[in-house]
């Protein structure tokens, strides 16, 4: 079963399964009739709907918990019912009806510190603060899931970034959106380096990471994070997935997926700008100055009276200016992960997809 299968991530695992013949039951929102025409049970049902998450998992061998709440404001609240309780209802079905795996999507922001991420790996501390109730639900859900390893029911976590590719509904398209009407700027020095991954190699990694739940583990403790660390440190956490763990063993771990390729951000967008006939963003604000109009924002549309998304908050803010690119050492070691589809590759794809639409 796959939540949130008819999601930009969640379909691309779907097909994939789909092309190994396997039975697939899709968890979403609405119904996807192109799907159910090619044999996918669809179950209708909302992540707080606890008592239908759990029902829906008889049956099921493993579960893909892609379906979140990701926007990057909102109530608490709403981020607590969907991504926590959620997660957690889909836990207990799992137990109750005898699910033998579950691969969770979570995201590389569970390590949000406010701070440059260069090279960071697993070793870090799971967030307890930050501006966002994403990062902060998804890093709840995330040790949820982690802790939830047994014998009887696998777990893993992993945490891709900035997932993009064609399709995308959200990330490039809300970039283009705002370099069109002028309301882009450059935050910081502009020389910030960050990772992206191709929707197509974290479906592979959705797939791999299954696939290594099924192993044997090999006795023999080994630290999880081998690479070069990060410019956050800190003597590591009681996290679950930040636990040495037995070589070869997944179960109960959180892994980083991403291209494996950092580029400076603003350099990467204004070339794709410059790819769709758009002008590059040449104006900058200081991430002081940014932060700024972002805590306004975030005042400003507490009171209800503004509707949709506010255009700055303090989150974006830093993420926009930050360094924040990881080690997927522990990923190739442990699952096998390569990614496919390069930084390059995968651009020349976009392009075209977008050129199309």
Same mark, same amino acid.
């Given at each position: 079963?796959?939540?949130?299968?008819?999601?930009?991530?969640?379909?691309?695992?779907?097909?994939?399964?789909?092309?190994?013949?396997?039975?697939?039951?899709?968890?979403?929102?609405?119904?996807?009739?192109?799907?159910?025409?090619?044999?996918?049970?669809?179950?209708?049902?909302?992540?707080?709907?606890?008592?239908?998450?759990?029902?829906?998992?008889?049956?099921?061998?493993?579960?893909?918990?892609?379906?979140?709440?990701?926007?990057?404001?909102?109530?608490?609240?709403?981020?607590?019912?969907?991504? %926590?309780?959620?997660?957690?209802?889909?836990?207990?079905?799992?137990?109750?009806?005898?699910?033998?795996?579950?691969?969770?999507?979570?995201?590389?922001?569970?390590?949000?510190?406010?701070?440059?991420?260069?090279?960071?790996?697993?070793?870090?501390?799971?967030?307890?603060?930050?501006?966002?109730?994403?990062?902060?639900?998804?890093?709840?859900?995330?040790?949820? %899931?982690?802790?939830?390893?047994?014998?009887?029911?696998?777990?893993?976590?992993?945490?891709?970034?900035?997932?993009?590719?064609?399709?995308?509904?959200?990330?490039?398209?809300?970039?283009?959106?705002?370099?069109?009407?002028?309301?882009?700027?450059?935050?910081?020095?502009?020389?910030?380096?960050?990772?992206?991954?191709?929707?197509?190699?974290?479906?592979?990694?959705?797939?791999?990471?299954?696939?290594?739940?099924?192993?044997?583990?090999?006795?023999?403790?080994?630290?999880?994070?081998?690479?070069?660390?990060?410019?956050?440190?800190?003597? &590591?956490?009681?996290?679950?997935?930040?636990?040495?763990?037995?070589?070869?063993?997944?179960?109960?771990?959180?892994?980083?997926?991403?291209?494996?390729?950092?580029?400076?951000?603003?350099?990467?967008?204004?070339?794709?700008?410059?790819?769709?006939?758009?002008?590059?963003?040449?104006?900058?604000?200081?991430?002081?100055?940014?932060?700024?109009?972002?805590?306004?924002?975030?005042?400003?549309?507490?009171?209800?009276?503004?509707? &949709?998304?506010?255009?700055?908050?303090?989150?974006?803010?830093?993420?926009?200016?930050?360094?924040?690119?990881?080690?997927?050492?522990?990923?190739?070691?442990?699952?096998?992960?390569?990614?496919?589809?390069?930084?390059?590759?995968?651009?020349?794809?976009?392009?075209?997809?977008?050129?199309?639409?």
């Amino acid at each position: 079963m796959v939540t949130g299968g008819t999601g930009f991530l969640g379909r691309r695992i779907v097909e994939r399964l789909l092309a190994q013949g396997r039975p697939v039951s899709v968890l979403a929102r609405r119904r996807a009739p192109d799907l159910e025409a090619r044999g996918v049970r669809c179950i209708t049902a909302d992540l707080a709907e606890a008592g239908a998450l759990a029902a829906a998992c008889a049956g099921i061998e493993t579960v893909f918990h892609t379906a979140a709440k990701v926007e990057m404001w909102g109530r608490r609240a709403d981020f607590m019912r969907v991504n %926590v309780l959620g997660t957690r209802a889909l836990l207990e079905g799992c137990r109750v009806h005898g699910v033998r795996r579950f691969v969770h999507t979570s995201t590389a922001s569970v390590v949000y510190h406010g701070r440059d991420l260069a090279g960071a790996d697993e070793s870090l501390p799971l967030a307890k603060r930050c501006p966002s109730p994403y990062p902060l639900t998804k890093a709840m859900a995330e040790r949820e %899931v982690c802790a939830a390893n047994s014998p009887g029911l696998r777990t893993a976590a992993l945490r891709p970034h900035l997932i993009w590719g064609a399709g995308d509904p959200h990330l490039v398209p809300e970039v283009i959106a705002r370099a069109r009407a002028g309301r882009l700027r450059v935050v910081g020095s502009g020389r910030n380096r960050v990772d992206l991954v191709h929707v197509e190699n974290v479906a592979d990694a959705h797939l791999l990471a299954e696939e290594a739940l099924d192993r044997i583990p090999v006795a023999g403790p080994g630290p999880q994070g081998t690479g070069p660390g990060s410019r956050v440190q800190g003597p &590591g956490s009681q996290d679950p997935a930040s636990r040495p763990q037995d070589s070869g063993d997944v179960g109960g771990r959180a892994y980083f997926i991403t291209n494996g390729e950092p580029v400076v951000l603003w350099e990467w967008i204004n070339a794709l700008l410059r790819e769709l006939g758009l002008p590059p963003v040449t104006r900058h604000v200081s991430v002081g100055a940014a932060a700024t109009v972002g805590a306004a924002c975030e005042l400003l549309w507490r009171t209800g009276l503004l509707r &949709g998304d506010p255009p700055m908050t303090r989150f974006i803010a830093r993420e926009l200016a930050m360094d924040h690119w990881f080690d997927i050492t522990a990923a190739r070691r442990d699952l096998g992960y390569a990614p496919r589809v390069s930084m390059a590759e995968g651009t020349t794809g976009l392009v075209a997809f977008l050129r199309k639409a």
